[in-house]
């Protein structure tokens, strides 16, 4: 059999525009392991610039790991389950790392790794960009801003934007009830300093903070919701207070255990509880663990005064603590002082002028699963559905959250662990039994059809990167002998971040299709008319063909870095010819394949070395992941490859043909006959893809993880010719 004829030709290094994100093309395609593909152009409409997306991600990884606590890890509770299936029931199960560690719920793809692994968060930045995620949003809500790891990937995000490549813009989740000193962290050590703008987030022209700004400087009280007192009726629950200067409202955190229709009166008086009433106000309705405020646009002036809750109506209480926490205050039942000290916050008159506040865009974020917007401007992180639509002060549609799972039983806060927690599977009210529902991700199908149906502006995605959850042995009121509340296993977790094993990157894939639906698909280029360049044709007159898809440069795998707790260092050297750019012509007889390297590309005798696999007829079950032709897997030696067909199953394959090699400099061009592909007529189609190095043969999952892709991972590049 003759040889195809394969050439190889050079190019001269170019910067490439990369248009838009690979999941947002109508040229680019991909089909996950499940079967699903992504939604056709057609259906998804032209692209709406003006919708946004971002996702929570995390920065603890690595840093509970460290600590003094004893917590090492990681503790997999996937591997622990696995060992011993009635572990949960065994605190003392030598299984367990220590009760309140963090505990991974399975193994990431890329390992069990550490937040500043510049690998990793290169990875993320590509996965999460390719996806059309606009900006990520960093959980602070703990009081750490985990300055060393948000620092870190500010770094390599600026160093991949630098290389020319796209991220994901920042922002920050800060502490729902306590944010003044997170907030003033984050403005002393990133945002006063101007470190990395060109990565913050807007929002209405300036950078967004999620933080209630009637929480932060020119205020004080007690904000911190150790235990509720319930209001019964005929009771008064009071605290009085010393007002060192004046003050312009006063207000106190009243939960309402989720019930709706709650009502209370709150009453200031001058001096204790039988001084003279300033003011009072009825509410009409209560929301769970908000603020119920008076205010007084002429303030009220320094001194004495005691603040009242009466007249309940419902389920309503007070927040508190049992120690001493006001020093010139004391809690008061009936007017009678008890141990103790209740939640109450002052704000200061002329309180707001603070620079800090000028430079935000503050949205106030909502902690509750349940309520929703208790006023304008707030946003949500995660509800249970149906979801709420969040506006902002001038009325408009402004967010919406979306959810992988959620932590919720019944009509309350739970933990993941317990029986009925709305996990992956969960939708129409109900745990579906089917044990492939948890990789179809029904929660978040449910969830995104929600926010797709009310279109706001933006939707917020929880979440990506969260990995672990602290071991205990209560939450909420509720005992078992292991809890686990915000994570526990993979059908009771909600990331998205792809897995070993599992569900793999089936809830990316269901993220690309979210984002593409939502914000709209580029439409693909008419299909191209047929070209020829002369067999050895150099590097300028391939110049003159524009690339069809392009790569991040700097993306091949190079990893040296420790892992998270007692995980031995992460090395990857798969990285080796960094693809950056590929083009495709044809003639009636033959389809031309050219791929650009960054650097010369290494000897044809390199293991592993460029692969170009192609799906001639759009259908996976018809090849090994679709593909049906594969080129360079062997080579008959270093200067001829063989041309393979698929065989089945699984990565099995037979020879259908050879053709010699041209290694020269950074440019490879594969010249085929269309007889071979079976692309006789026109128009036509044929999908593709390079590869480098994945070193493991018959994963895909390699090709996130090992040498370079272009595309990236399952994308792949939609070429039409007539």
Same mark, same amino acid.
């Given at each position: ?224 919701? *150790? ?42 008086? +001058? ?122 002060? +001038? ?46 991700? @029904? ?254 043969? *018959? ?7 090992? *040498?370079?892709? @272009? ?12």
């Amino acid at each position: 059999m003759r040889p195809w004829t394969v050439t190889l030709l050079v190019v001269a290094s170019t910067t490439w525009a990369q248009g838009p994100p690979l999941g947002l093309r109508e040229d680019v395609v991909a089909t996950d392991h499940l079967g699903r593909t992504l939604t056709p152009a057609a259906e998804t409409g032209p692209p709406r610039p003006e919708k946004q997306v971002g996702i929570f991600y995390f920065l603890w990884l690595g840093a509970h790991a460290q600590g003094g606590n004893g917590w090492v890890g990681p503790y997999d509770v996937t591997k622990i389950l696995a060992a011993d299936p009635e572990a949960m029931q065994k605190p003392d199960s030598p299984l367990w790392g220590p009760i309140h560690a963090p505990h991974h719920w399975g193994e990431p793809l890329f390992g069990y790794y550490r937040t500043d692994d510049p690998y990793v968060l290169r990875r993320h930045a590509q996965m999460l960009s390719d996806a059309g995620v606009d900006f990520v949003v960093f959980d602070v809500t703990n009081q750490i801003t985990y300055r060393e790891w948000y620092t870190a990937l500010l770094e390599t995000w600026s160093q991949v934007r630098a290389e020319g490549g796209r991220t994901p813009q920042v922002a920050f989740l800060c502490p729902f009830w306590q944010p003044d000193k997170v907030v003033r962290e984050l403005w002393a050590d990133l945002y006063e300093s101007g470190l990395y703008p060109d990565l913050w987030y807007h929002l209405d022209g300036k950078p967004l903070i999620l933080a209630d700004p009637h929480l932060l400087g020119g205020m004080t009280g007690l904000s911190e919701h *150790g235990y509720p007192t319930r209001l019964l009726p005929g009771q008064v629950l009071g605290q009085s207070f010393t007002a060192p200067q004046a003050f312009d409202s006063v207000a106190v955190a009243t939960p309402t255990w989720n019930e709706q229709g709650s009502h209370a009166t709150i009453r200031l008086r +001058a001096g204790g509880p039988t001084g003279t009433v300033l003011a009072e106000a009825t509410a009409q309705e209560l929301f769970d663990n908000d603020w119920l405020t008076l205010a007084n646009p002429n303030g009220w002036p320094a001194g004495e005064y005691t603040i009242e809750l009466s007249e309940p109506t419902g389920t309503v209480g007070w927040w508190g603590v049992t120690r001493d926490a006001l020093p010139d205050g004391t809690a008061l039942l009936d007017g009678e002082p008890v141990e103790g000290d209740r939640t109450l916050r002052l704000t200061y008159v002329g309180g707001t002028g603070d620079p800090m506040r000028d430079f935000f865009t503050f949205r106030k974020p909502q902690p509750d699963y349940f309520v929703g917007p208790t006023g304008p401007d707030q946003w949500s992180w995660l509800e249970v559905y149906p979801q709420h639509v969040f506006h902002n002060a +001038a009325g408009e549609r402004e967010m919406m959250g979306v959810g992988v799972a959620q932590n919720a039983v019944d009509q309350r806060l739970g933990s993941m662990s317990e029986p009925d927690a709305k996990g992956r599977a969960w939708h129409n009210g109900a745990w579906d039994p089917d044990p492939a529902a948890v990789d179809l991700g @029904l929660n978040f199908v449910e969830q995104a059809e929600h926010a797709l149906a009310e279109d706001p502006r933006i939707v917020f995605v929880t979440g990506w990167n969260e990995w672990i959850a602290g071991r205990f042995t209560s939450f909420g009121g509720v005992d078992y002998p292991v809890m686990f509340v915000d994570q526990f296993d993979r059908a009771h977790s909600r990331d998205m971040e792809p897995m070993v094993g599992g569900h793999l990157d089936a809830f990316y894939y269901q993220l690309v299709d979210f984002v593409r639906r939502f914000k709209g698909v580029a439409s693909a280029p008419p299909p191209a008319a047929r070209r020829s360049l002369a067999p050895g044709a150099g590097a300028a007159a391939w110049a003159a063909v524009p690339p069809v898809v392009v790569d991040e440069s700097h993306d091949e795998a190079r990893r040296d870095h420790p892992g998270y707790g007692s995980q031995p260092a992460y090395v990857n050297n798969t990285g080796r010819n960094d693809l950056v750019a590929a083009r495709v012509i044809h003639n009636a007889e033959t389809v031309t394949f050219q791929v650009e390297c960054r650097e010369p590309i290494t000897p044809s005798t390199d293991p592993t070395w460029m692969w170009l696999l192609l799906d001639v007829d759009g259908r996976r079950e018809t090849g090994w992941e679709g593909y049906d032709f594969m080129l360079n897997r062997r080579l008959a030696d270093p200067t001829i490859t063989i041309v393979e067909a698929w065989q089945g199953p699984g990565f099995t394959w037979r020879e259908v043909g050879q053709a010699p090699l041209y290694l020269d400099g950074a440019s490879l061009a594969v010249e085929l006959p269309r007889t071979l592909l079976g692309l006789t007529g026109d128009p036509f189609a044929v999908d593709f893809k390079w590869v480098d190095n994945p070193v493991v043969e *018959g994963d895909l999952m390699a090709f996130l993880t090992n *040498g370079d892709a @272009l595309p990236n991972g399952r994308f792949n590049y939609r070429y039409r010719g007539q």
